[in-house]
C-alpha cells in the first residue's frame, strides 16, 4: 500500500491509496480524494476485504496514517501483521513503487482530470485492464487475475 498525489485542471491537489497484492501483483484497488486520513483508509481497506478477504500482512511505509493509533488499532483487530519498511528504503517495497510508476505514467500523467469523479472513473477502467487484460512477465505473462486462479 502507499499513497501518491496528483492535481485537477483546476489545480486542486488529490491523493490516491493504491493497494496491490504482492503475490499475483492485482491491483486491489486505488481510493482517491483531497484528504486520506487513517479512518478513511481503515473503512476502504474494509471494503476491499469484503472481496478479497483480510490480509496476513501488509507492508507499508512509516507515514502518519500507517503509524497512528487507528491503524495500527485496526491491523490489530484483524489480526494482520504490519511490515513497515525502513525509512528512505523504498525499494523495499518494490511492487508498489512499480505499479505507482505504471499507474503515474498510463494514468495520472496522461491525463487533466477535470474533477475527482473523472479521476476515480478513468483510474477504475485502468484498473479492469491492468488486472484482466494486461499480462505481467513475473507472471509467466498471465494477467493477475489469471494467475490468481491457479492459487
Aim: aromatic share 14%; no cysteine.
Amino acid at each position: 500500500m502507499d499513497f501518491m498525489s496528483d492535481s485537477s485542471r483546476n489545480q486542486r491537489r488529490f491523493r490516491t491509496f493504491n493497494v496491490i497484492d504482492d503475490f499475483n501483483r492485482e491491483a486491489l484497488g486505488i481510493d482517491i480524494a483531497v484528504s486520506l486520513p487513517a479512518g478513511r483508509i481503515t473503512r476502504y481497506l474494509d471494503k476491499l476485504a469484503e472481496y478479497h478477504g483480510y490480509p496476513l500482512k501488509i507492508r507499508v511505509d512509516n507515514g502518519p496514517e500507517f503509524t497512528g493509533k487507528t491503524f495500527i488499532d485496526w491491523a490489530k483487530s484483524h489480526g494482520i501483521t504490519i511490515d513497515y519498511i525502513q525509512p528512505g528504503s523504498p525499494y523495499q517495497n518494490g511492487y508498489i513503487e512499480r505499479f505507482n510508476r505504471t499507474y503515474r505514467t498510463e494514468v495520472l500523467d496522461l491525463y487533466l482530470f477535470n474533477n475527482l469523479e473523472q479521476a476515480r472513473k478513468v483510474t477504475e477502467e485502468w484498473l479492469t485492464i491492468y488486472n484482466t487484460e494486461r499480462p505481467h512477465e513475473a507472471l509467466n505473462n498471465m494477467t493477475p487475475i489469471e494467475y490468481k486462479t491457479l492459487k
